[in-house]
């Protein structure tokens, strides 16, 4: 079910793009042709995702190498014809970012709270994203129901937590792409009983946009086995 937005909201991209920092250079390299949608974006995360709390206030002069080129260098690992669900989107990081520089590609941004996805619903309109749904509800309700081939996340939830709700959003032998911080090899260790249990054909921790973005994004990658589609236990 998608969010529906009020009347009233709205959020005027083209006057928003000024209050973010401009793009770094390298941003012309990984978005491209896309450049310009993500700095409308990098305005509307700058502005109304701040005033709604989305994003911190010290984040905005780090929105570019902290945030959109540390998503955007996540589609290296997305096949080109694989649809994708970002598991608790937020802000829409990554899963707006990705579905800027793959259009073709189905994106649904999968997240529980309400007052995100009106920002979300709003971002996609003012973007003029073609291709992305916006999912209002928890990803442990959504299993079963929802079936893509790679589920995406970033700073949502430990692994032990994270791979049952992701696993449980996409088809068996779906990949699930977590992007996470310098404690990634210690997470994955941790969840090993809980991937074990899923029957996990592999995971790994993977360097993405090495020698384009400093520093480069970092990245537990799990190839899910036939057991993936189990429906997660809801927290208590």
Not at 40 to 69: K, N, S
Not at 161 to 177: D, E, F, Y
Request: glycine share 10%; with cysteine; net charge neutral.
């Amino acid at each position: 079910m998608s969010s529906e937005r009020p009347a009233e909201a709205g959020v005027a991209a083209a006057d928003s793009a000024e209050a973010a920092p401009p793009p770094p250079p390298e941003a012309e390299r990984v978005f491209g042709a896309a450049l310009p949608l993500a700095t409308r974006f990098a305005g509307l995360l700058a502005t109304d995702g701040v005033e709604r709390g989305l994003l911190g206030p010290r984040e905005v002069p780090r929105l570019w190498e902290r945030h959109l080129l540390n998503c955007a260098v996540v589609v290296e690992l997305i096949p080109a014809d694989a649809e994708v669900v970002d598991v608790g989107s937020g802000a829409g990081l990554p899963g707006l970012v990705i579905a800027m520089l793959r259009p073709s590609v189905p994106m649904i941004l999968l997240e529980p709270m309400l007052r995100r996805t009106v920002f979300l619903e709003e971002c996609v309109a003012a973007l003029g994203l073609d291709n992305v749904t916006v999912h209002r509800g928890r990803a442990e309700d959504a299993a079963g129901t929802l079936h893509a081939d790679v589920a995406t996340s970033r700073a949502v939830a430990p692994l032990d937590r994270l791979v049952p709700w992701s696993a449980g959003v996409i088809r068996p032998g779906g990949t699930i792409l977590a992007i996470k911080g310098r404690d990634a090899e210690a997470e994955l260790r941790q969840a090993g009983p809980v991937l074990h249990h899923l029957g996990v054909q592999s995971a790994d921790v993977v360097k993405v946009g090495q020698g384009i973005v400093e520093p480069p994004a970092t990245v537990v990658r799990i190839l899910t086995g036939e057991k993936g589609r189990q429906r997660p236990r809801r927290r208590r």
